[in-house]
């Protein structure tokens, strides 16, 4: 079974003289709605509405005139967020004064009884995942319950990613054979409990921990002191909601040395020690975009952009600073003649797996050096535009290029990291 609510809603009409709902009415309401409930719109328009609840919790809505439908996939983010969407679900339809009709094979809607939620279906869910992985040893690498279309760390055999924090399989294995799969299980779910309490918190920070934090010293950016000095404050805040909830004091400790913070006592602190670090942007990071893979150093800040189609990764630091930008277009968008509109210094083509390349490396311009390849794929087209100071990374730059490959991915769902 999978853990996802299903609804459709419908609105009545409006008495004389009600306003419609327009886009400006519905964001409105939702805003009162999500103060209320101390959640998050992310974007109201026709067609379709966002809400975050938290790390890995998204209701997305599709409305199109006195309609709205949805369903929502709750199992990574657990019996907390099923809970909630449900009573959030009911909750709109009430003071919009729609008809709600809401599918949830759990039973949670009728009997809310959040114990059997949990027990019954949620922990036999994660039984079944868990040894799924398990059972498929020897492939490449896993990613579980991974955001859609979000960047993803380098996989290897050994080690089973979810969002929160890697595995070993070995790890998992003996969780499995113990049958201690419904204790890992706050381990696990981002909202496993009813209450946002402080396992919700902890869970929440190792989610930003292990896919956004750099794990470098907080004086090469803002960035990396406000992620930095985040995950401290929101560990020393769970130890002090409830001291028997592990930390990763390997991790945190890291962190206190990066700020230079001074890290609270941690004799009676329980460990939630994993055999491998949390934190996949300590190494290569990937991201697909269309067919095409792309990698590029964990460590480099990334700058997000509006166009989807666009993403920015920088090195800060001014003795080793790079920058990777990458763009996807379609052959019909492509004009190549704007690429030697720069003084050339050098040309060079590869070919592979269906991929036809062309790299351009241009003369220095004030002491930057640019190299911007063409990748092309059936009717894709990805520009990679790699710039950096010192010439000894020019061979860097073009060892980077070469690492795209394709992957086997949807077109249509323009999977953007």
Sequence with gaps: MDMQVSFTMEFKRPVLGAKEWSEEKMNSFCQEIAEELAITVTAVKKGGITFTFCSGGIVHIRWFKSMMFGVIP????????HAAVCYFLELFAAR???KLLLKDETGFYEDRDFEKLRRNFFIPWLKDLLSQAVESEGEEGK????????????????????PIRPFSVRELRGIIKSGLVATVAKDFFIWPNEERDALFLRNSALYDMNQFCYFQPSARSETDAQMNRHEIEILETVWNMDPTIAIPK???????????HEPMPLENVNDMAGAVPIGMRRDWIFCTMGQLEFTVPGSF????????RIECYTDPDEKTWRE?????????????????????ADVETFSREELEGKIWF???KKEVFCATAKIEYKEQVAMINVFWKDPIYKDWARD??????????????????
Aim: charged letters at 25%; hydrophobic letters at 35%; proline letters at 8%.
């Design 74 to 81: 709750t199992g990574f983010a657990g019996p907390g967020f």
């Design 96 to 98: 919009g004064h729609a």
């Design 143 to 162: 990613l579980l319950c991974w955001p859609e279309g979000k960047s993803y760390p380098r996989q290897s055999a050994d080690v089973i990613w979810t």
């Design 250 to 260: 390997q991790e945190y400790l890291e962190l206190c040395a990066l700020d230079g």
């Design 301 to 308: 800040l990334y700058h997000p952009r509006k166009n989807p």
């Design 324 to 344: 990777v930008d990458v763009c996807m277009f379609y052959k019909s968008m492509m004009d190549e003649s704007v690429l030697t509109r720069l003084p050339v």
């Design 362 to 364: 241009y003369e220095p």
């Design 400 to 417: 980077l290029i070469h690492k795209v490959r394709v992957v086997e991915t949807k077109e249509e769902e323009g999977a953007f990291f």
